[in-house]
C-alpha cells in the first residue's frame, strides 16, 4: 500500500512562490511515478507534473510550463513541486497521487492519492 501526504499549501499574492511536499510510504511497489494535479471548485482535475522515481526526467502540463518544477528526493521519499510566479488561476486543491499508468497524465494512471492541499492565489 503506498501512502502519501501533501503539504506546504496556503496562501500567497499572484507572482509569488509555494512548495509543495509529497511524502511517500511504502512506494517500491505499483508506484512508478508520482504525479501532481490540481482541482478548482466547479472544475474537472487537470494534471500538472509528473515525475518517475527511476528517472529524473519529469513532465508537465501546458498551463504550468516555466512556472512550475517538479522534483524528487530518494532518500526522503519526497517528490516536491516549486511553484513560481502564480497566478489566481492557479488557486485550487493541490493533489499528489502515485502510480503506474500508461501516459501519467491521465487520473486513471494513478492508483494513490493524498488528501490534496489548499493553494490559494490573491489578485
Known amino acids: 500500500q503506498v501512502q502519501l501526504v501533501e503539504s506546504g499549501g496556503g496562501l500567497v499574492q499572484t507572482g509569488g512562490s509555494l512548495r509543495l511536499s509529497c511524502a511517500a510510504s511504502?512506494?517500491?511497489?505499483?508506484?512508478?511515478?508520482v504525479g501532481w494535479f490540481r482541482q478548482a471548485p466547479g472544475k474537472e482535475r487537470e494534471f500538472v507534473a509528473a515525475i518517475r522515481w527511476s528517472a529524473d526526467s519529469p513532465f508537465y502540463g501546458d498551463s504550468v510550463k516555466g512556472r512550475f518544477t517538479v522534483s524528487r528526493d530518494l532518500a526522503k521519499n519526497t517528490v516536491y513541486l516549486q511553484m513560481n510566479s502564480l497566478k489566481p488561476e492557479d488557486t485550487a486543491v493541490y493533489y499528489c497521487?502515485?502510480?503506474?499508468?500508461?501516459?501519467?497524465?491521465?487520473?486513471?494512471?494513478?492508483?494513490?492519492w493524498g488528501q490534496g492541499t489548499q493553494v490559494t492565489v490573491s489578485s
Open positions: 511504502g512506494r517500491t511497489f505499483g508506484s512508478d511515478a
Open positions: 497521487a502515485g502510480g503506474s499508468g500508461a501516459t501519467l497524465r491521465e487520473i486513471t494512471d494513478y492508483k494513490y
